[in-house]
Each structure stands twice: as C-alpha cells, then as structure tokens.
C-alpha cells in the first residue's frame, strides 16, 4: 500500500551508463514543474511493474527542483527491481515514485569521515557538497570491486582532489577500517552507506572506540539477518483511533494483521529498512527489528517500524 502523500508520475527524462552494471536515471516532472524538496541522505521509492516496489537513494543537488538522479546497480540475484529498470525502463517512460523519505538525514558537525562501498556512494554524494558549502573538514574514502565498477569516480576526484580516495579492491585490497576508525576526531560523524559486510565491519570497529561526541550512521539497502534465542510468541496489539483490539500469531507481521483489518497504513519495503510504516506507540515496549531507528531511538520506544517489529511486551497500544 502506497502513501497518498507525495505520490507522483514522474517521466524518465534522461539515461546514462555511469559504470559497468551502472545506470544513472533523471526523474522529471510530466508539466516541467517543481518536484517536492528533500536534503542530502532522502531516497524515493519506484513503484515498478507487478507491484515491485524499491528504493534508490537520491545522488543529485536539493537544490535542484526540477531533477531527481538515481544511480541503480544491476544486482546479480535481482528480485526483479534492478533488471526492470535496467532493461525495461527508458527515456519517456512514466513511473510512479513515492517520497522522497530520509532515514539518512546529514546532522552538523566539525568534520565528517564518508565511507561508501559501492553503489553506496549514491546517497553520500549530495552529502559532500553540503558538508563543503557549510565549511566543514572532511574526507571520502570509497571502495568497490574494481574501478571500472565506481560509479561517479572520475567526477569526484576531479571536484574535490585529494579529499577522495578511491580504493578499488583489485588494486589496493580491502578498506583499513580500524585506521579509518582511528582516525575520527571528537565530535567527527562517520557515514557509510554499501554492501552489509562493510557495515556489519565497521560497526564492530566502531563499537567502544569512537572518541566522545562522535557516532557512526548507517543506511542499509537489504535486512539484516538476525537469529532470536526465542521463538516468537502472539501478541495482542490495539489500535486506539480505530478501536480494534487485533491479535498477532507468531507467523504473522503487526503489519499484515493491520492490514487484513482494512487500516490504511503507509507501507513500501516490508523490511524494516525504508521507514514508510513508521508508527507511534502509546503503551508497551516494542522489540525493534528495523535498520531505521538509531539505538538511542529504540530507547526511547515511542515509534516502530510494524513491518518486523514485535513485542517485549504481551499488548501493544499503537496510533492507528
């Protein structure tokens, strides 16, 4: 089920081949007019054919409101999402895009270590020319399989020069984490956007050694995998402003119980990683499953991600 929020039928206006397995898409407005605003870390949703339905971070200018630039790597065990807009979408062509959605906002600070794998260096490039216009110290280190394979390399070490270093794994083996980890300044943020084995890496390395003020953000583009010490057990979740009392087996999701209630509810990923089914609690503890919440917002257990997340608790009070 798709938002009625920001939901729009943008036109394919341009397609360019950024790297092997890379292909770079312009979004446009049908009437040429202004696209709703967003700030560096936002992704959009692409409504596909069959209901496929996939988020591609944002990799152009906010302050560009007439385009949006996605960069999308042929995956080799695609569900189908990257195949289609590989093979099957071209200039001219209407998709329907939800959003955009920021779960990767850029917060302030001194100086900024950017890590990207990948393809994950979509979401940091708009990062970079914000944390330049505001005059901070930083340093991009991107890594991928091999150099042909990096998307944008040629644009950002002719923009920013010694700044960026490129660290194809063919030429230089893989990233120094640990230097890298050691090298944050107090107060210095590090994000890092790739494939899970970097950020499963860098999170441990992170763990206990950042110097005070300084904290590690994320953006994962599949689910963490996690094995539970105990089976799932049912749970009773109320809906207080529909005044339905729901209950959830094991085998069920909050989400697909709400649903089959006929609660309109805002849902996109069903992975806990985009963010769409973000919900207000109002009594119980949540057990969060999702890679959107920080664990400090975890703490605080005042909003769930329903799609996976369960409950500490035997009842839930949910905002819906």
Same mark, same amino acid.
């Given at each position: ?43 959009? @949703?692409? #409504?596909?054919?069959? !209901? ?5 971070? *944002?990799?152009? &200018? $906010? +302050? ?28 001219? @062509?209407? #998709?329907?895009?939800? !959003? ?5 906002? *850029?917060?302030? &600070? $001194? +100086? ?209």
């Amino acid at each position: 089920m798709e938002s009625s929020e920001n939901v729009l039928e943008l036109v394919v206006g341009g397609r360019e081949d950024l790297a092997k397995d890379v292909v770079g898409l312009t979004f446009t407005h049908p009437d040429g007019g202004l696209l709703p605003e967003w700030a560096p870390g936002a992704h959009i @949703d692409l #409504v596909l054919e069959g !209901g496929i339905v996939r988020q591609y971070s *944002l990799c152009s &200018a $906010p +302050s560009d409101r007439r385009h949006y630039k996605i960069a999308v790597l042929r995956e080799p065990e695609s569900r189908g999402g990257s195949v289609f807009v590989h093979d099957r979408l071209s200039v001219g @062509d209407r #998709v329907r895009i939800v !959003g955009p959605r920021n779960n990767f906002a *850029l917060h302030p &600070a $001194p +100086s900024y270590l950017f890590i990207a794998g990948g393809i994950g260096i979509t979401p940091i490039l708009p990062m970079l020319s914000r944390a330049e216009a505001e005059g901070a110290t930083w340093r991009l280190v991107y890594g991928g399989r091999h150099r042909e394979s990096m998307a944008f390399a040629d644009h950002l070490t002719e923009r920013y020069g010694e700044r960026v270093e490129l660290r194809p794994a063919d030429e230089t083996g893989l990233l120094d984490l640990e230097t890298l980890v050691d090298s944050v300044q107090a107060g210095g943020l590090i994000y890092c956007c790739g494939p899970e084995s970097l950020l499963s890496a860098l999170e441990q390395r992170c763990d206990g050694r950042l110097p005070q003020g300084s904290r590690l953000h994320v953006e994962r583009f599949v689910a963490r995998t996690t094995e539970r010490d105990q089976p799932d057990s049912t749970i009773e979740v109320t809906l207080s402003r529909s005044g339905m009392k729901l209950t959830v087996p094991p085998e069920s999701s909050i989400l697909e119980k709400v649903e089959e209630a006929g609660v309109p509810v805002t849902t996109s990923c069903e992975q806990g990683i985009c963010g769409s089914c973000e919900t207000t609690v109002l009594s119980g503890i949540p057990d969060h499953r999702d890679d959107v919440l920080d664990e400090e917002e975890k703490a605080e257990n005042t909003s769930m991600m329903i799609c996976v997340s369960r409950a500490l608790t035997k009842e839930l009070e949910l905002d819906l």
